[in-house]
């Protein structure tokens, strides 16, 4: 769904692109830390890093990521 008006939706990007591309993607990372913050903040405390780090992918990648591929990485990089 787009409740955007064309004019708006014309008027941000153009405020965005007069930003420069270091500044995008100043403000891509600094959405993102928010995000991930966000998402921290909604797991209980205390659990495993590797636990953390699991459910951190999955939350914020869903299905565009093998979580458990990932959670398996992370185990054997513990390993070595």
Not at 60 to 73: K, L, M, N, Q, R
């Amino acid at each position: 769904m787009n409740d955007t008006s064309p004019e708006i939706a014309e008027f941000v990007r153009a405020r965005l692109l007069a930003h420069s591309g270091e500044e995008r993607v100043l403000m891509g990372s600094r959405m993102f830390d928010a995000a991930r913050a966000i998402v921290l903040a909604s797991f209980p405390p205390g659990l495993p890093e590797i636990e953390l780090k699991g459910l951190l992918c999955e939350r914020i990648y869903g299905d565009e990521v093998d979580v458990s591929g990932f959670v398996a990485h992370l185990r054997s990089t513990l390993k070595e």
